[in-house]
Every structure is written in C-alpha cells, then in structure tokens.
C-alpha cells in the first residue's frame, strides 16, 4: 500500500494529491479491492450536500407504518451501518422509537442524520415551535438535522379534526425558520411539493430549500419536480422506492408491480441481484436519495449493498425503457386510464430487452456456478434419534430445528428463496432439495455440510426419493429431473410448463408422475422413473364415496394440503393466517391458531402430540395437537411456505383403514 501512495505522489506530485484528499478514503477502498479482484468497477456514492451546508448521506431507513417494530429496526439499522434515518409526527410510535435505539445503540448523535416531519395538524405560529419541542424531545435531541413539511393537506391519516390546520403552511414555514436561526433545525426541506408550489416556496424562502421528499419509484419518476429541484440546488429524495404506492391506488389491489414485475425478475436472476437492490442502485445512480423502509433485519442487512453494486448504463436504460414512468400532474397525480394501469400491472414491455437479458445470462452463468455452494452455520448436530424438524424460507435459508424446544441446530443459506419441502435419502443421513437460485442441494442431515449442488432452474417443487436413491424434482422453468445420489443428473425432461407440485413415484417404482401449470395442452405426465420417457395414462379414479359429506367456508384461500390423525380430526391452514383442527365428520372446529400471515406450509404431525406449520410472517410454529396452544414458535428470515419435514423416528403413523375393511373414526 505504502508503494501505492509512494507512486501516486511522483506522478501527481505533493499538492494534487493533497487536493485529492477530501476523496482518499475512496482512493484507498478502491485499490484494496481492485488488488483483490472484487467490485473493482464499483464507484463510491458520495454524500450529498445540501443548501443548508450540511451533508446527507444517500442511503438510510424509512419508518413509516412499522408501530410497534421501530426501535428493533432502527437498532437493526445502525447496528448494520445505516446513518440516516426517516421519521415523522404522524408515524405512531416512532420518534419516541427511533431515540431509544439511538441511546441503544452506542453510536454518537453527531454520527447520524435524523429527518423528520411536521403533521400539517401543528401548522401554526405558536403551533409549530411547540410540536418541535415534542419531537425533540421524543427523539432525545436538541436538534433534528432535517425537517419538512410532510404535506399541506390534512387528509385522514393525520387524523385531523374538521378544523385542522389551523393555519396555512406558508404560517408554518416561517416558524420552521426561526427554529434553524435557534439551532433546533439544521435543514429544512418538503414533502409532496411539486413545482407549481416549490416555486411559490423558494420565492417566500430565507432559509434555502434543502430537500424535497416525493414518491418515486420505476414507474412514477417525478422527472419535473427533479429536473426543477436540479435547478435549484435542491437534494432530491424519494420515498415508497419499492412501489408500496401502487398497492394504495386502487381497491383490492394488492401486488407490488416493482417486485412481481417481469423484466426486473429476469434482470435480477440475470445479475444474482435482488429486485431490491437493482431498484435501489438504479435510483441511486439516477441521483436520488433514497430511504427504503423494511422491519425485517435481514433485509434490512441486504438492502445496504446496494452500496457494493454498481449498474451499467445499458442496464440503467433497459429499467427506463421497459418500465416507462407514467405522466404526472402538477400537483403530483399520476394519469391512471385503464391501459396505463394494465401496463403497470400487466409488465406489458417486459420482453423488448430480452437480446441483452440472454448475453447477460451467458456472461455470468459461470460466475453464478461457482457462487451458489450456499454456506453452513453449525450450532448443534443431529441426532437421527432425537426429533428434528426442516423447513426452508423465503429468506432463502433451511432450517433444522429441535422438535421439543424449536432451538436452532443448523442453517443453511442459499441465495433465493425456499419454497421446496425437503426429502430424506433412503438412510436418512442425506436431506435434498430445491431453491428458486437454481441449484438443487444435497445436505448432511447430522450438520447441514454441503454433499452437492446440481444446477437446475429455479425450484419450487418439493422433491421425491426413488427405492434407488434417485432424486425427482421439477422446475419453474419445465424441466423435471433425475439425480442419482452422487449428484449426477440421470435424466432431465421439457414439460412444457413449471412445475410447481411433488412428483410421485408409483407403479412399483417404474412411473413417475407430476403435473405442470398448463392449461392447453397435457399437463399430466406418467414418465418411465429410468429414461424420463412418456410411460403410460395418468387416471383420475371416481371412488366409490364420491359424493359431498359436508362443506366448511373457512376465512380464506386454502393453499395447503390438509394432515389426518387417527382419532378423526382433520389440520388445515388457510391464507387468511389461521391453522385449524376439524372434526373429519362434520367440519366442526376443535380449535384456530393464528399464524400472522397468509399460511401456505402444509402442517404436519409427530409423534409426541405436536403439529409443526409455518407461515408467511417468517414464524414455524409448533402447536400442542389436543388444546391448540402454541408450544413454540421460532421467527426465520423470511415467508415460510415450504411445509416441515420430521426426523422418521418420529413422524405421525396414519393408518387409513383400523383393519380390513372399517375406516378410521370419522374418515369422510
């Protein structure tokens, strides 16, 4: 390194490089990396600085609507490298929150940068110094580095009373600057301004225009209130980053069309990059500051490295062109007419940059080869005699968790989501399965050490072990495969569709049978379990009591397969977030669990009066089977949709039929 800089100084002499100083830290981070072959087109994102003089950094944590999960965020935040954090008088619970986590966390004051905002309810001459004052103190400070106004319209979600404000924000601008002549505000700034009002604003202003805080997102990109805010000096941040707004604009929408948009799936599992990341780094370099908002800690982690990413130009204009931003008012409202919210909904465009897509597949599929090898935490061994339950998240990670306490003995972490139930090799010492990074893995039951990795295509399907030890799975990209257990692909077959569900082995062995996610053509395959060849008729048998018994309209969707017991009781779990135990007779509710969230995990039953499940709120539980008490439960990094496996010791023995010919108590 001390050759380095000795080079730097006889080619640039003393005075350029003491002019080059104020960037040194990033010169020196640079080179490391570069010497290391890592990230070494990675650019450092400056902080910006602001009219008020001061600096704010890029990158920081919103706290809208997180209640009573703020202060474990914020401290999850800090402790991660945040310094910037986002709050507001109307956030419930925040401010108060966000001090504590500040005290909390060791860091010293003066190192982060707090933003907050006045609730158009404390506009006002006396109003607004008052509503500071609070605020001050909630946050444990003598002063907040940026304040704005968060908007001029007391809408219900400020909880207004019929006469509120009681003053115009022209009354509570002036008194905001009077707060920064007392030191109280170091900046200030706005909220849902746009130029129309910015210029009425930076007429009437003494104290500058610091910042503008306004939705901005792939498809809404403010370009008139940030071509303005250039102009003038003014640091543009932008909020709802993910597209959260979409969710709010229409009754009964609820997808995000940023996360389940398909251009940005493809250009992620392009780039190994999380959708999040690429959007984040894409504002970034589009010059926008950016607060996305997120309580989960591993997200959180995630979502700052965005800092280590940098996106090509041709990238950055494949986003702008295939997500085309829609036209906005002067007042900041989108144009919405049904075809224009179709092709934010619908991904219209996701297709025109597919040539770019496909070179970009081809020149990283090598790298992505040798990443995904996943990586192992060990904490405990297992023991196949003790009962052990494992589960995979959408966080990505698989889990093996004791089944009396839910105490974590290993994990194991890929790099996308876990939907895929795992399956036991025939000697129990080998747990398989499927990660939509495309890889399918083996594991060593006893420490979650890596025996292989195949790649695949992205997996969702849970798979099936043959008599042999060949492993069967199918893909989200229509092929279904054949892995014998040293890790060598047998045979792979084209569907024609994903394959979303378990295959089945039957016939002795010799068939194996799945289904696809197709409607016009054969979705239902019988394939011969050695070749992978077509091997007969799929039939759909009438039995003979095929009739209705009885039927029970439960709160929600049913998205999982129901678990048996011997005593006539029937565990189901729905999409409205509960786990239930029916009556096999007559549906009759025995008990209700909530589980948080949407409940896609199939429960499953031991054989100690346990019933594990988990959920999309990131919990497995555990559930007494008789009172319907939750025994425990244990919180992973992400939705839980993949159903549990259990140790075979101790997996629930259901016998269809008591003996020949009686069915069990209350079998329908």
């Given at each position: 390194?001390?050759?380095?800089?000795?080079?730097?100084?006889s080619?640039?002499g003393?005075?350029?490089?003491?002019?080059?100083?104020?960037?040194?830290?990033?010169?020196?981070?640079?080179?490391?990396?570069?010497?290391?072959?890592?990230?070494?087109?990675?650019?450092?994102?400056?902080?910006?600085?602001?009219?008020?003089?001061?600096?704010?950094?890029?990158?920081?944590?919103?706290?809208?609507?997180?209640?009573?999960?703020?202060?474990?965020?914020?401290?999850?935040?800090?402790?991660?490298?945040?310094?910037?954090i986002?709050?507001?008088?109307?956030?419930?619970?925040?401010?108060?929150?966000?001090?504590?986590?500040?005290?909390?966390?060791?860091?010293?004051?003066?190192?982060?940068?707090?933003?907050?905002?006045?609730?158009?309810?404390?506009?006002?001459?006396?109003?607004?110094?008052?509503?500071?004052?609070?605020?001050?103190?909630?946050?444990?400070?003598?002063?907040?580095?940026?304040?704005?106004?968060?908007?001029i319209?007391?809408?219900?979600?400020?909880?207004?009373?019929?006469?509120?404000?009681?003053?115009?924000?022209?009354?509570?601008?002036?008194?905001?600057?009077?707060?920064?002549?007392?030191?109280?505000?170091?900046?200030?700034?706005?909220?849902?301004?746009?130029?129309p009002?910015?210029?009425?604003?930076?007429?009437?202003?003494?104290?500058?225009?610091?910042?503008?805080?306004?939705?901005?997102?792939?498809?809404?990109?403010?370009?008139?209130?940030?071509?303005?805010?250039?102009?003038?000096?003014?640091?543009?941040?932008?909020?709802?980053?993910?597209?959260?707004?979409?969710?709010?604009?229409?009754?009964?929408?609820?997808?995000?069309?940023v996360?389940?948009?398909?251009?940005?799936?493809?250009?992620?599992?392009?780039?190994?990059?999380?959708?999040?990341?690429?959007?984040?780094?894409?504002?970034?370099?589009?010059?926008?500051?950016?607060?996305?908002?997120?309580?989960?800690?591993?997200?959180?982690?995630?979502?700052?490295?965005?800092?280590?990413?940098?996106?090509?130009?041709?990238?950055?204009?494949?986003?702008?062109?295939?997500?085309?931003?829609?036209?906005?008012?002067?007042?900041?409202?989108?144009?919405l007419?049904?075809?224009?919210?179709?092709?934010?909904?619908?991904?219209?465009?996701?297709?025109?940059?597919?040539?770019?897509?496909?070179?970009?597949?081809?020149?990283?599929?090598?790298?992505?080869?040798?990443?995904?090898?996943?990586?192992?935490?060990?904490?405990?061994?297992?023991?196949?005699?003790?009962?052990?339950?494992?589960?995979?998240?959408?966080?990505?990670?698989?889990?093996?968790?004791?089944?009396?306490?839910?105490?974590?003995?290993?994990?194991?972490?890929?790099?996308?989501?876990?939907?895929?139930?795992?399956a036991?090799?025939?000697d129990?010492?080998?747990?398989?399965?499927?990660?939509?990074?495309?890889?399918?893995?083996?594991?060593?039951?006893?420490d979650?050490?890596?025996?292989?990795?195949v790649?695949?295509?992205?997996?969702?399907?849970?798979?099936?072990?043959?008599?042999?030890?060949?492993?069967?799975?199918?893909?989200?990209?229509?092929?279904?495969?054949?892995?014998?257990?040293?890790g060598?692909?047998?045979?792979?077959?084209?569907?024609?569709?994903?394959?979303?569900?378990?295959?089945?082995?039957?016939?002795g062995?010799?068939?194996?049978?799945?289904?696809?996610?197709?409607?016009?053509?054969?979705?239902?395959?019988?394939?011969?379990?050695?070749?992978?060849?077509?091997?007969?008729?799929?039939?759909?048998?009438?039995?003979?009591?095929?009739?209705?018994k009885?039927?029970?309209?439960?709160?929600?969707?049913?998205?999982?397969?129901?678990?048996?017991?011997?005593?006539?009781?029937?565990?189901?779990?729905?999409?409205?977030?509960?786990?239930?135990?029916?009556?096999?007779?007559?549906?009759?509710?025995?008990?209700?669990?909530?589980?948080?969230?949407?409940?896609?995990s199939?429960?499953?039953?031991?054989?100690?009066?346990?019933?594990?499940?988990?959920?999309?709120?990131?919990?497995?539980?555990?559930?007494?089977?008789?009172?319907?008490?939750?025994?425990?439960?244990?919180?992973?990094?992400?939705?839980?949709?993949?159903?549990p496996?259990?140790?075979?010791?101790?997996?629930?023995?259901?016998?269809?039929?008591?003996?020949?010919?009686?069915?069990?108590?209350?079998?329908?």
């Amino acid at each position: 390194m001390l050759g380095l800089e000795g080079q730097a100084r006889s080619e640039l002499g003393c005075d350029m490089l003491e002019k080059a100083m104020l960037s040194y830290r990033y010169f020196i981070i640079i080179i490391i990396l570069d010497v290391q072959g890592v990230l070494n087109t990675v650019s450092p994102v400056p902080d910006r600085k602001m009219a008020s003089g001061y600096t704010i950094p890029v990158f920081g944590l919103g706290t809208a609507a997180m209640g009573d999960k703020t202060y474990d965020a914020v401290l999850s935040a800090l402790t991660a490298g945040y310094r910037m954090i986002d709050t507001a008088q109307a956030y419930w619970h925040s401010e108060e929150s966000i001090g504590r986590a500040i005290r909390d966390s060791g860091i010293p004051r003066e190192d982060i940068f707090i933003i907050s905002k006045l609730s158009p309810r404390h506009f006002g001459r006396d109003l607004t110094p008052r509503s500071v004052d609070v605020s001050l103190r909630k946050l444990g400070t003598d002063f907040i580095d940026l304040f704005l106004i968060h908007n001029i319209h007391c809408s219900d979600y400020f909880q207004c009373t019929p006469d509120e404000p009681k003053a115009t924000w022209e009354v509570a601008w002036k008194a905001m600057e009077e707060l920064h002549r007392q030191g109280k505000l170091r900046g200030l700034g706005v909220s849902n301004f746009y130029p129309p009002l910015l210029e009425k604003l930076v007429a009437m202003a003494e104290v500058p225009v610091s910042l503008v805080q306004n939705w901005f997102d792939p498809f809404y990109r403010d370009e008139a209130t940030r071509e303005y805010c250039e102009g003038h000096g003014i640091v543009y941040q932008g909020y709802s980053t993910f597209g959260t707004q979409w969710m709010y604009m229409r009754q009964g929408q609820d997808r995000n069309p940023v996360f389940t948009n398909s251009f940005l799936l493809q250009l992620s599992e392009t780039l190994d990059t999380p959708v999040a990341n690429i959007v984040l780094r894409w504002a970034l370099q589009k010059g926008v500051v950016v607060i996305p908002r997120s309580v989960n800690a591993e997200h959180i982690r995630n979502n700052l490295k965005v800092l280590d990413l940098e996106l090509s130009e041709k990238t950055v204009s494949g986003i702008d062109n295939n997500l085309a931003s829609v036209g906005i008012g002067v007042n900041g409202e989108p144009f919405l007419d049904d075809a224009t919210w179709n092709r934010i909904m619908g991904n219209l465009n996701a297709e025109s940059h597919d040539d770019d897509l496909t070179r970009l597949r081809a020149a990283t599929k090598e790298q992505r080869k040798e990443k995904h090898s996943g990586q192992t935490e060990s904490i405990d061994v297992v023991n196949r005699e003790d009962e052990t339950v494992f589960i995979g998240s959408d966080g990505g990670m698989m889990y093996a968790l004791d089944g009396e306490n839910g105490h974590v003995k290993w994990t194991f972490t890929s790099e996308e989501d876990l939907g895929s139930t795992a399956a036991f090799s025939p000697d129990q010492s080998v747990l398989y399965f499927g990660s939509e990074d495309s890889f399918m893995y083996a594991l060593r039951v006893r420490d979650g050490q890596v025996v292989w990795t195949v790649e695949t295509g992205p997996v969702r399907s849970s798979c099936v072990v043959g008599w042999d030890g060949t492993v069967y799975v199918g893909t989200l990209d229509n092929q279904i495969y054949a892995i014998r257990s040293d890790g060598m692909v047998k045979w792979s077959c084209d569907l024609g569709g994903e394959i979303w569900g378990r295959p089945a082995i039957g016939s002795g062995g010799r068939l194996v049978y799945v289904g696809i996610m197709a409607e016009n053509t054969d979705n239902a395959f019988a394939l011969d379990s050695q070749t992978g060849t077509n091997g007969g008729s799929v039939l759909a048998v009438d039995i003979e009591r095929g009739k209705l018994k009885w039927e029970k309209k439960l709160g929600g969707e049913i998205l999982s397969s129901p678990a048996l017991d011997n005593e006539g009781n029937l565990y189901i779990s729905t999409s409205d977030g509960q786990v239930l135990k029916l009556k096999q007779k007559d549906g009759f509710t025995v008990w209700q669990v909530p589980a948080g969230d949407a409940v896609m995990s199939s429960p499953k039953l031991d054989a100690h009066g346990r019933v594990f499940v988990g959920s999309n709120s990131g919990f497995v539980f555990a559930i007494n089977d008789e009172t319907g008490q939750v025994i425990w439960q244990v919180e992973t990094e992400g939705p839980v949709v993949a159903s549990p496996l259990i140790t075979a010791h101790h997996q629930y023995n259901y016998t269809l039929y008591r003996h020949s010919g009686e069915d069990t108590k209350d079998e329908l």
